[in-house]
């Protein structure tokens, strides 16, 4: 996903769909891990790895609760962790596929509550660049 596009998503979206975005982004990292080990490229993969556990970070802070459900969360993001850290330090790239295969549902339903609620829209998105700026003139007229 390029960047604006990422940046429209974010800005365009409640809360769920910013969860989903992180898990998206963390299976699209997954998938990247595995083609660095397929190559034998272990200088990217550590790259990688670390973008994968700064993710699983905003995660874990994000579920920091002590509910049922933030508990269950942290233990797949916490094991998660330990196969993307088997996959790194044994070059597996079936750990990183495994770890797609436990983020995959938690996406799809964080995907599925968002679609439930309506987004937050920012009005620079929604109205385009110059009206904002227009907008923003005009306000200045107004106030003095």
Same mark, same amino acid.
């Given at each position: 996903?390029?960047? +604006? +596009? $990422?940046? *429209? *998503?974010?800005?365009?979206?409640?809360?769920?769909?910013?969860?989903?975005? $992180?898990?998206?982004?963390?299976?699209?990292?997954?998938?990247?891990? #595995?083609? #660095?080990?397929?190559?034998?490229?272990?200088?990217?993969?550590?790259?990688? +790895?670390?973008?994968? *556990?700064?993710?699983? #970070?905003e995660l874990l802070i994000t579920f920091r609760e002590k509910d049922e459900?933030?508990?269950? $969360?942290?233990?797949?993001?916490? !094991?998660?962790?330990?196969?993307?850290?088997?996959?790194?330090?044994?070059?597996?790239?079936?750990? !990183? @596929?495994?770890?797609?295969?436990?983020?995959?549902?938690?996406?799809?339903? !964080?995907? #599925?509550?968002?679609? @439930?609620? @309506?987004?937050?829209?920012?009005?620079?998105?929604?109205?385009?660049?110059?009206?904002?700026?227009?907008?923003?003139?005009?306000? @200045?007229? !107004?106030?003095?």
């Open positions: 996903m390029d960047k +604006t +596009t $990422l940046e *429209r *998503r974010v800005l365009s979206s409640n809360e769920w769909g910013l969860i989903a975005i $992180l898990h998206e982004g963390l299976m699209e990292r997954f998938e990247e891990a #595995a083609g #660095a080990v397929e190559k034998n490229d272990f200088e990217e993969l550590n790259k990688i +790895t670390n973008n994968c *556990r700064d993710i699983l #970070a459900l933030s508990t269950n $969360l942290r233990s797949l993001y916490l !094991f998660t962790n330990e196969l993307i850290t088997e996959g790194e330090i044994k070059k597996d790239s079936s750990c !990183f @596929k495994k770890a797609i295969n436990i983020i995959n549902p938690l996406y799809s339903g !964080f995907k #599925a509550l968002e679609n @439930k609620e @309506k987004p937050n829209i920012v009005s620079g998105l929604v109205y385009g660049k110059n009206d904002v700026e227009d907008f923003q003139n005009s306000e @200045k007229v !107004f106030k003095g």
